[in-house]
């Protein structure tokens, strides 16, 4: 029941938006997103809880519709360093707040000058 | 604030040898996890403990994969014999209760290669 992302790559110019999504089949009680670049450790972004809510982070923000079993991730204004493979991490009803993630397969942001 | 450590962070091997990895979680996280991660896919839960108890090893290959928390805070994974198909990031996370959810905190990974 792994999560699906989309788009799986997406090409940026400096200054320009991106919105990533992530699906899933099953009823979610939390998404949680993270960036990675190559060669180094998932760095994490955000939570989201609830149906609905929004988080941001610097000039990255996220919402959950807890209803459609998605969450997207919104990169406003791109820069260099958002540059990475995001990955949403989804955990279940039945797995509520165990920790347990299932991971998406990434989504590769790629943002040229 | 120390992060998540590991260590190596490279190991090549041939298969079927044996290969042991090292994790040291952030101080005073409760729940640490160990993941596999093949080269353009996402990080997949191995084992997970909750001190030094066992809270979900349903994907961890038993015959081969081994995996110990001793007095609830480092860890250890082994593989005996290595296969191929091993070759892959293995990443140590840990967490600590928060608000209604587990942020999970990754270490660097190590890097095996089986050859």
């Known amino acids: 029941q792994q999560p699906v992302q989309s788009p799986q790559a997406v090409i940026l110019r400096e200054g320009e938006d991106a919105v990533i999504n992530c699906s899933s089949s099953?009823?979610?009680?939390?998404v949680h997103w993270y960036r990675q670049k190559h060669g180094e450790a998932p760095v994490f972004l955000m939570i989201?809880?609830?149906?609905?809510e929004q988080k941001g982070h610097e000039k990255i923000s996220a919402s959950f519709n807890e209803k459609k079993q998605q969450s997207s991730l919104y990169l406003t204004a791109s820069q260099l360093s958002y540059s990475g493979t995001y990955f949403c991490?989804?955990?279940?009803?039945?797995?509520?707040?165990?920790?347990?993630?299932?991971f998406g397969q990434g989504t590769t942001l790629q943002v040229k000058p | 604030e120390a992060g998540v450590a590991q260590s190596p962070r490279y190991k090549i091997i041939e298969k079927r040898q044996s290969v042991a990895f090292w994790c040291n979680p952030i101080?005073?996280?409760?729940?640490l996890y160990w993941y596999q991660q093949i080269l353009g896919q996402g990080p997949k839960l191995l084992i997970q403990?909750?001190?030094?108890?066992?809270?979900?090893d349903s994907q961890l290959p038993k015959d081969r994969f081994s995996a110990e928390r001793l007095k609830g805070v480092d860890s250890t994974l082994k593989i005996q014999p290595a296969k191929l198909e091993d070759s892959a990031v293995y990443l140590c996370?840990?967490?600590?209760?928060?608000?209604?959810?587990?942020?999970?905190?990754f270490g660097p990974g190590t890097r095996l290669l089986v050859l």
């Open positions: 996370a840990s967490s600590l209760v928060s608000g209604g959810a587990q942020t999970q905190y």
């Open positions: 099953k009823a979610l009680y939390s």
């Open positions: 989201l809880l609830k149906g609905g």
């Open positions: 991490g989804t955990e279940t009803h039945g797995s509520s707040n165990t920790g347990k993630l299932i």
């Open positions: 101080s005073g996280h409760a729940t």
């Open positions: 403990f909750q001190n030094n108890g066992v809270v979900d």
